[in-house]
């Protein structure tokens, strides 16, 4: 069994852990909620759940009792801050060393044990460092470690998201959404969408870019069309996970966060990140983006900003050149829109060919990215010959 | 789909329309379900974002 959203088991005991709220009392909510997260997780994946229990309860946990205990005792605020950067630092240095290990296969200094069976590790350092980070603007006051591990496990977004805010996940979890009737019909038409998308929708849409694939010659209208396919597979493939995990985080009394909020009718490339894996593109803007100046600074250094980000989003997905190549493109179009002062077309305006010409204009863009997606660099490479032959 | 049933004049209550919107979905998953199951060689990929 895997801790992933298309395991059978999986689903099945996550499932019988969200009707078992009902006996959930109120009081314990918190302290059942982590505990079942960690047998759940424990049973799918026991490395996934050791390695984020240990992470929370004897590193973040002490950071932040820690910088509380400063704060009481009146240290300077240097102290603190500190403390916290060492924190985030280890956190930033052990995600880079998981990249890393997970693409090459070395593992230094632990060569016997390999990073890659922790599942969704990074979406938990996003967490990880999203609360830590929140102690340098604002005071939390967390005493009991339960919180934080059901934050870490929380079993439907531990794979891949949304990444969810503390703040928000604590003040959901302080008063969890009552199991009613409405609750579980509007959670199970969410997980049914969610599947159908998978299912149904990403995985035929697959089968025809695995055909598209299969084929010898490409020319421009096959690439084209074969990139489209691609871009519509990954919102369905994407988008459909989200669904599920927000349905079964609703059933949990978590309200997750939305990762997409129709993407494709956006009119310029900044705008569809705002509506394309919100929650990831959030964390950026308020853990590097702000505290690296933000729209404070000159228009050429916030797209200076947003190039960067683009370019860390694109080694995110994988150190290697086509995700590097992928994070240029975005943040090479970024870039062009901020210093260009390019503005989205306003809601009143939204009709007329001009409205659709940059819709049709900015997904195309998107789209072009898509291809960097694509496993083999062989594939990337045929298709990119493609667009220079007619027919 | 809601906007052109009622340009139809075809009013449909909002709960029917998620009921059957639901078991539609719900079919087509059965039935995509199936077809993998009866086509063994075709497992399911896995979601693209998972452990990224």
Redesign the interface.
């Known amino acids: 069994m895997s801790p ?3 395991d059978g088991r999986f689903i099945l005991l996550l499932f019988v852990v969200c009707c078992s709220r009902f006996l959930w009392p109120a009081k314990c909510y918190i302290i059942l909620g982590a505990l079942v997260s960690l047998a759940l997780i424990a049973l799918a994946s026991p490395m996934t759940a050791a390695v984020i229990f240990a992470l929370t309860v004897f590193f973040i946990y002490p950071i932040h009792r820690a910088t509380v205990w400063l704060s009481s005792r009146g240290a300077p605020r240097t102290a603190k801050g500190l403390l916290l950067t060492f924190g985030i630092g280890v956190l930033v240095c052990l995600f880079c060393w998981s990249k890393i290990a997970r693409q090459t296969g070395i593992h230094p200094f632990l060569h016997n044990w390999s990073l890659a069976g922790v ?2 590790l ?2 938990f350092l996003f967490r990880a460092i999203d609360f830590l980070h929140i102690q340098a603007i604002t005071k939390v006051d967390e005493r009991s470690p339960a919180a934080l591990v059901y934050y870490g496990l929380f079993p439907s977004t531990l ?3 949304p990444i969810q805010k503390f703040l928000d996940f604590k003040q959901q979890i302080s008063a969890p959404a009552p199991l009613t009737r409405a609750l579980v019909l509007a959670a ?2 969410r997980i ?2 969610g ?2 998308r ?3 929708l990403a ?1 035929t849409i ?1 089968h025809f870019v695995e055909k598209s694939l299969g084929t010898e010659h490409f020319n421009f209208f096959k690439s084209g069309l074969t990139i489209a396919l691609l871009y519509v597979y ?1 919102y369905f ?2 988008a ?2 989200s669904d599920i995990a927000i349905g079964f985080g609703s059933l949990l009394g978590v309200k997750v966060p939305e990762n997409f909020r129709k993407p494709f009718l956006a009119t310029t490339v900044s705008e569809f990140w705002r509506n394309w894996h919100i929650t990831l593109v959030d964390w950026f803007r308020d853990h590097v983006f702000i505290p690296l100046g933000g729209m404070q600074v000159s228009r050429l250094r916030a797209a200076g900003l947003a190039f960067l980000i683009m370019v860390l989003c694109g080694l ?3 150190v290697s050149l086509p995700f590097m190549a992928w994070g240029v493109w975005h943040g090479s179009v970024l870039f062009m829109e901020g210093v260009s002062g390019l503005k989205p077309v306003p809601p009143p305006k939204r009709s007329g060919l001009k409205y659709w010409w940059r819709v049709a204009s900015t997904n195309a863009l998107v789209a072009f990215g898509s291809i960097f ?1 694509l496993p083999h660099d062989g594939d990337i490479l045929r298709i990119l010959k493609g667009f220079i032959t007619l027919w | 789909m809601v906007n052109l049933l009622n340009r139809l004049g075809i009013r449909l209550d909002p709960g029917c329309w998620v009921f059957f919107k639901w078991s539609v979905m719900a079919a087509a998953i059965f039935w995509a379900l199936v077809y993998a199951e009866s086509r063994e060689s075709e497992n399911l990929p896995n979601f693209v974002y998972v452990n990224f």
Request: glycine share 14%; no cysteine; aromatic share 30%.
């Open positions: 992933s959203l298309l599942i969704g990074s979406y794979t891949s998201g199970s038409y049914t969408r599947y159908f998978k299912i149904v995985s697959n990954f493939d994407f459909g996970y995110w997905h994988g997606f």
